[in-house]
C-alpha cells in the first residue's frame, strides 16, 4: 500500500511483528459498515457513480458473509483488517475497489470501527448487567424472610435482610449501567473524515455518513479524531470498576458458600470438585470472577500507559489498543452472564442464617438507640452499652438473660419495655428511615426494581 516510496519490501520479521489481523479481524462487520457508508459519501460527492458505489456495496457484503461462514482467508502480509478487506475487495471488482479509500486513512477508519464496535457491545454489556440485577432482584424476593448478619471488618455488626444485602449490588450495578451509557454517549461521535491527520481536499458531507451510520454528531478537530482514544479508556474504566463489583459479590458468595457459614449452597452446575478430595465442593465461579478482575484492571492501566506519552497524533504504538479492549468486553460479558445463571440456581440456608444471627450482641446498637430515646446522650449510651456488653463477656450471659434489676445498675434509663429492643424483627422493622433495611423497605426496594427491570413492550 506503499510501494510507490519504498524501494524496499518490508522484512518478513517485521511484517509478522506489525500484524494486527490475527485479532482485529473481529472488528470486519464494522468495517465493512463503515466502508459501505463511506462509498455512499463518495457517491454523493461525485467520486463514485452510482453503478460504482453498487458495485463495492456489492462486493462488501459478499466478503462478509464469507467471513461469517468462516471461508474468507486472512492475509497476514496485508496487516490489518482494512486492508484485507480492501485488498480483496479490489480484486474482485478492480477500479472501483482502489477509489474506495478515496479522502479517508486508516487513522480515521480504525477510529471509526473501534467507536461502531464499542457503540454495539455498550447495548449487550448493559443487558448483561440487566440481566444479573434480575437474578439479584430474583434471589432476594424469593427469600425476603431471610436474615443474616451484616459485617463490618468481617466481624457481626448488626442483622439485615438478606434481600437488603443482595440489593446493595444491584445499586452497585446500575451506576455500573449508568457509567458504561455515558461512555457511550462519548462513543457515539463519528470520526470518518478527518483523514489521516488533517482531512481531505476531497470533501465530503461528513453529517450524511453520520447518519448513515446512527452517529449522533462528528468530531469537531481532525488531529483529535484519529488520536482519540479516551472513549476506549473510559469503557476500560467503566468495565474494570464493574468487575470490582462483580468480585466484592463473588467474595460474599465464596464465605457465604463455606462450611464455616454455610448461609448458601451453590448448585452443582456452577461448582466444581477436587481431584484428590472427593467431600470437596468448590465455588469456582465465583473464584475466576474474583480472579479476572485483574484482568480487567491491568487492560486498563495497559492502554494508560500506551497512551501517556504520545504526541498527536496517530502513532503506531495506538494499535496496541485492541486487545486490551477486546479482552476487557470478553471478559465482562462471560462474567456478568455466569453469575446471572450461578444466582439464580442459587439456595439460600435459612436455618443456618437464622443460627448466626441469633447472636444477641448485633442489637447492642439498639440498646443504645433506646437509652437515647430515654434522654441519654448517644456518647454517652455508647459507653453504657460497652460496659454491659463487657459484663456479658466476662460472665458469658447474653442480653435476653440478664435481669432488669442488672440493666438499672447501668443506667437508671432502662426500663422493662428494654427487653422489647432485643426482639429482632421488631429492632429490623424499626430500621424506617429511607434505605434502612426494615422487611417494608426492602420489598418497596424490591417492587421497584422490578418496575424498573422489567423488559420494556416489544422487546425481545
Same mark, same amino acid.
Given at each position: 500500500m506503499w510501494k510507490g516510496r519504498f524501494q524496499q519490501s518490508t522484512a518478513k520479521l517485521l511484517s509478522q511483528y506489525s500484524e494486527s489481523i490475527s485479532y482485529d479481524w473481529r472488528l470486519y462487520p464494522y468495517d465493512i459498515q463503515g466502508s459501505i457508508a463511506h462509498s455512499k459519501g463518495l457517491l454523493a460527492a461525485g467520486i463514485l457513480t452510482r453503478e460504482e458505489q453498487g458495485e463495492i456495496e456489492t462486493g462488501l457484503l459478499k466478503i462478509r458473509g464469507e467471513i461469517e461462514a468462516g471461508v474468507f482467508e486472512f492475509d497476514a502480509g496485508l496487516e490489518d483488517i482494512h486492508m484485507n478487506i480492501e485488498a480483496e475487495l479490489t480484486r474482485r471488482i478492480g477500479p472501483a475497489g482502489a477509489k474506495l479509500h478515496t479522502a479517508r486513512s486508516r487513522n480515521d477508519q480504525v477510529a471509526l470501527d473501534l467507536?461502531?464496535?464499542?457503540?454495539?457491545?455498550?447495548?449487550?454489556?448493559?443487558?448483561?448487567?440487566?440481566?444479573?440485577?434480575?437474578?439479584?432482584?430474583?434471589?432476594?424476593?424469593?427469600?425476603?424472610?431471610?436474615?443474616?448478619?451484616?459485617?463490618?471488618?468481617?466481624?457481626?455488626?448488626?442483622?439485615?435482610?438478606?434481600?437488603?444485602?443482595?440489593? @446493595?449490588?444491584?445499586?452497585?450495578?446500575?451506576?455500573?449501567?449508568q457509567r458504561l451509557g455515558d461512555a457511550r454517549r462519548r462513543i457515539d461521535v463519528m470520526p470518518l473524515g478527518a483523514g489521516a491527520i488533517?482531512?481531505?481536499?476531497?470533501?465530503?458531507?461528513?453529517?450524511?455518513?453520520?447518519?448513515?451510520?446512527?452517529?449522533?454528531?462528528?468530531?469537531?478537530?481532525?488531529?483529535?479524531?484519529?488520536?482519540?482514544r479516551d472513549f476506549a479508556c473510559e469503557v476500560l474504566a467503566g468495565i474494570a470498576i464493574a468487575g470490582m463489583h462483580l468480585s466484592r459479590l463473588s467474595e460474599d458468595i465464596i464465605l457465604w458458600a463455606?462450611?464455616?457459614?454455610?448461609?448458601?449452597?451453590?448448585?452443582?452446575?456452577?461448582?466444581?470438585?477436587?481431584?484428590?478430595?472427593?467431600?470437596?465442593?468448590?465455588?469456582?465461579? @465465583?473464584?475466576?470472577?474474583?480472579?479476572?478482575?485483574?484482568?480487567l484492571y491491568g487492560n486498563l492501566i495497559s492502554l494508560l500507559t500506551t497512551l501517556k506519552g504520545l504526541p498527536l497524533t496517530y502513532n503506531r504504538d495506538m494499535q496496541e489498543d485492541k486487545e486490551q479492549v477486546f479482552d476487557s468486553v470478553d471478559t465482562i460479558k462471560a462474567a456478568l452472564e455466569v453469575n446471572a445463571a450461578m444466582l439464580s440456581e442459587m439456595k439460600v440456608?435459612?436455618?443456618? @442464617?437464622?443460627? @448466626?444471627?441469633?447472636?444477641p450482641m448485633?442489637?447492642?446498637?439498639?440498646?443504645?438507640?433506646?437509652?437515647?430515646?430515654?434522654?441519654?446522650?448517644?456518647?454517652?449510651?455508647?459507653?453504657?452499652?460497652?460496659?454491659?456488653?463487657?459484663?456479658?463477656?466476662e460472665r458469658g450471659r447474653s442480653f435476653p438473660e440478664l435481669e432488669l434489676a442488672t440493666y438499672q445498675s447501668f443506667s437508671p434509663a432502662f426500663g422493662p419495655d428494654v427487653f422489647e429492643a432485643l426482639d429482632l424483627h421488631r429492632a429490623l422493622e424499626a430500621r424506617q428511615a429511607a434505605g434502612a433495611p426494615s422487611k417494608s423497605n426492602v420489598k418497596a426496594q424490591l417492587d421497584r426494581w422490578r418496575q424498573m427491570l422489567a423488559p420494556s413492550p416489544g422487546s425481545v
Open positions: 467507536r461502531l464496535y464499542l457503540r454495539a457491545e455498550m447495548d449487550a454489556i448493559s443487558a448483561l448487567v440487566r440481566e444479573l440485577q434480575r437474578s439479584l432482584v430474583g434471589l432476594a424476593a424469593g427469600n425476603i424472610e431471610v436474615i443474616i448478619p451484616g459485617y463490618t471488618h468481617l466481624q457481626r455488626a448488626q442483622p439485615v435482610y438478606f434481600a437488603h444485602h443482595l440489593l @446493595a449490588y444491584v445499586e452497585m450495578l446500575e451506576r455500573d449501567a488533517a482531512g481531505s481536499t476531497i470533501v465530503l458531507d461528513r453529517e450524511l455518513v453520520a447518519r448513515e451510520l446512527g452517529f449522533a454528531g462528528i468530531t469537531q478537530n481532525s488531529m483529535d479524531a484519529v488520536s482519540d463455606s462450611s464455616e457459614f454455610g448461609f448458601v449452597v451453590v448448585s452443582d452446575a456452577f461448582s466444581t470438585g477436587s481431584s484428590l478430595m472427593p467431600q470437596k465442593k468448590n465455588p469456582d465461579a @465465583a473464584e475466576l470472577t474474583r480472579g479476572k478482575t485483574g484482568r440456608n435459612a436455618h443456618r @442464617a437464622a443460627e @448466626a444471627v441469633s447472636d448485633m442489637l447492642a446498637t439498639d440498646l443504645a438507640d433506646y437509652l437515647v430515646r430515654g434522654g441519654v446522650p448517644f456518647r454517652q449510651a455508647h459507653e453504657i452499652i460497652g460496659k454491659l456488653v463487657a459484663h456479658c463477656i
